[in-house]
């Protein structure tokens, strides 16, 4: 004889699909610096006109005390500007730099939202699976004489 599921063992399943679903897309949407990058503050010394298209700032900052200048991907700041910079994870050798304001603050939000999706779409198919293997409560099967 099979025992049907009381109400509260369904709503312990549906809480518990849900919560791992919320889990999951917080720590899918959870903001994060880019890997492998740091902020600093830089002030531009060479500024660069916009007009032509190989147009890069030079600005100089400390990097382990020691002072280093490198590119500034932008142009237009004015000379001795103190700009937020966010330098790349190698920083050996000639390298770029980007505004603080312009780097990206994590994953893309495509990757984010396909990662979401998926997430949701395995819950919904474990639930639905464990649906389909629920058993209903056998019926009396009538005998005619």
Same mark, same amino acid.
Not at 115 to 137: E, P, V
């Given at each position: 004889?099979?025992?049907? *599921?009381?109400?509260? /063992?369904? $709503?312990?399943?549906?809480? =518990?699909?849900?919560?791992?679903?919320? !889990?999951?897309?917080? $720590?899918?949407?959870?903001?994060?610096?880019?890997?492998?990058?740091?902020?600093?503050?830089?002030?531009?010394?060479?500024?660069?006109? #916009?007009?032509?298209?190989? $147009?890069?700032?030079?600005?100089?900052?400390?990097?382990?005390?020691?002072? /280093?200048?490198? *590119?500034?991907? +932008? #142009?237009?700041?004015?000379?001795?500007?103190?700009?937020?910079?966010?330098?790349?994870?190698?920083?050996? +050798?000639?390298?770029? =730099?980007?505004?603080?304001?312009?780097?990206?603050?994590?994953?893309?939000?495509?990757? /984010?939202?396909?990662?979401?999706?998926? #997430?949701?779409?395995?819950? !919904?198919?474990?639930?639905?699976?464990?649906?389909?293997? /629920? *058993?209903?409560?056998?019926? !009396?099967?009538?005998?005619?004489?």
């Amino acid at each position: 004889m099979v025992v049907p *599921r009381s109400p509260a /063992r369904w $709503a312990l399943i549906l809480l =518990v699909t849900g919560l791992v679903g919320i !889990a999951a897309a917080i $720590a899918l949407w959870w903001p994060g610096a880019p890997a492998g990058t740091r902020p600093a503050s830089a002030t531009v010394v060479e500024p660069a006109s #916009c007009g032509s298209a190989d $147009a890069y700032d030079r600005v100089e900052f400390e990097l382990d005390g020691e002072v /280093r200048t490198a *590119r500034l991907d +932008g #142009c237009g700041h004015q000379e001795n500007e103190v700009v937020d910079i966010v330098l790349p994870a190698d920083t050996g +050798g000639e390298f770029t =730099v980007q505004a603080a304001a312009s780097a990206p603050a994590g994953m893309p939000l495509e990757i /984010r939202l396909a990662a979401t999706l998926l #997430c949701l779409s395995g819950l !919904a198919g474990g639930l639905y699976a464990h649906l389909l293997t /629920r *058993r209903s409560q056998p019926t !009396a099967a009538v005998v005619a004489a």
